[in-house]
């Protein structure tokens, strides 16, 4: 193994998991065949360097919790893009899980590694038997995507969640360049405003949740709202004036809390579209409260779609219209958006 240093052996079967529990359609439990790894991705500098230090308080939990049943590995980043490396090796390597124990942003790396060249990894390695299913301990600045599930921050919560081995099939979000490219999101896209604050927000994660009040603050200086050519649906073409915000929902929260589009739910099959026009900074003072509620669907200016792809385009040329997904900036319009359900299996 090259992802990660074993620290205990798996001796008994992992899944112990009832009839009674396996009602549901979508709910599975893996194989326990043979004993399994269990590939802990830790960004180590998270969070200001938090996620670390409550890694390493966290760690002796998770070898007397789940170290009696598998091989527990953890696996340190080393800087941007490693924790998609670490997850590709892993799952050819034949893992039980890979689990991202930080933030949004390490989760978005990890969701990344499942896929590479437009298909998921194991698709290309025939010799992959075992299905890899997905993993998180919310450890990060921000942990919106665990919002959408209920789940708090205590890690010892999310250990018992990993302990009991119950898997669901999620949907994921592909954002495809005009090039071919692919890039994968699990929680929210956003455009324009959003996606300008999210930018800046990245710079000051060290200030914890602040920082998404200083991304906001930074983003509104200059700011101006765009007219947008928007498809859905591989239908017609359509011209949406002073657009503000568009934000792209596989699950609901985003920016640290703010449930922006609160229909949406990552088994679906489906992204909620969100799309904000002529607002104005004072309407995010006046009417803030409602974004972070999810009651801001009623407002005038705010529309909503269930859509499985959308294609959003600048009507001016080079006017640098950002984007970014799971909080990541990803560049600037246009961009294409599609649904792929059901494509990773999560531990839950």
């Known amino acids: 193994m090259v992802y990660g240093i074993t620290v205990a052996m798996a001796t008994k079967p992992w899944f112990s998991i009832t009839a009674e529990q396996m009602t549901p359609d979508h709910l ?6 043979r004993k399994g790894d269990l590939i802990f991705i830790v960004n180590p500098k998270g969070a200001n360097g938090r996620t670390g230090k409550e890694w390493k308080k966290l760690l002796p939990f998770v070898r007397s919790r789940l170290g009696k049943n598998l091989n527990i590995c953890e696996s340190l980043t080393s800087g941007p893009c490693h924790a998609i490396d670490i997850t590709r090796e892993a799952i050819r390597e034949g893992a039980e899980a890979v689990v991202a124990v930080g933030g949004d942003g390490t989760l978005h790396e990890v969701v990344n590694g499942f896929f590479w060249a437009g298909k998921p990894v194991a698709a290309h390695d025939k010799e992959v038997t075992r299905t890899t299913a997905l993993g998180l301990i919310p450890l990060g600045t921000g942990s919106d995507f665990a919002r959408s599930f209920g789940w708090n921050n205590n890690p010892r919560e999310a250990v ?14 592909v954002i495809s360049e005009k090039d071919g490219e692919r890039h994968y999101f699990i929680n929210v896209a956003d455009i324009h405003l959003s996606a300008k604050a999210g930018y800046y927000a990245s710079m000051y994660k060290r200030f914890g949740n602040l920082c998404y009040v200083i991304g906001a603050l930074q983003g509104f200086y200059g700011h101006r709202n765009r007219d947008l050519r928007i498809k859905v649906d ?11 915000a568009i934000c792209i929902g596989n699950a609901k929260f985003f920016g640290g809390g703010m449930k922006i589009t609160p229909n949406a739910h990552p088994y679906n099959g489906n992204f909620e579209v969100v799309i904000l026009q002529n607002f104005k900074w004072y309407d995010f003072v006046l009417r803030g409260h409602k974004l972070y509620s999810g009651t801001h669907l009623s407002e005038k200016d705010v529309h909503s779609r269930s859509v499985q792809s959308i294609e959003v385009e600048e009507m001016e040329e080079n006017s640098g219209v950002y984007v970014q997904s799971d909080g ?15 494509a990773i299996e999560m531990l839950c």
């Open 328 to 342: 990541e900036h990803l560049g600037f319009l246009p961009k294409k958006f599609h649904i792929s359900p059901a």
């Open 234 to 244: 591989e239908g017609e073409w359509e011209v949406f004036s002073q657009v503000t």
């Open 28 to 33: 599975s439990t893996g194989s326990s065949s």
């Open 160 to 173: 018992e969640r990993i302990a009991t081995g119950l898997k669901s099939r999620i949907d994921v979000g």
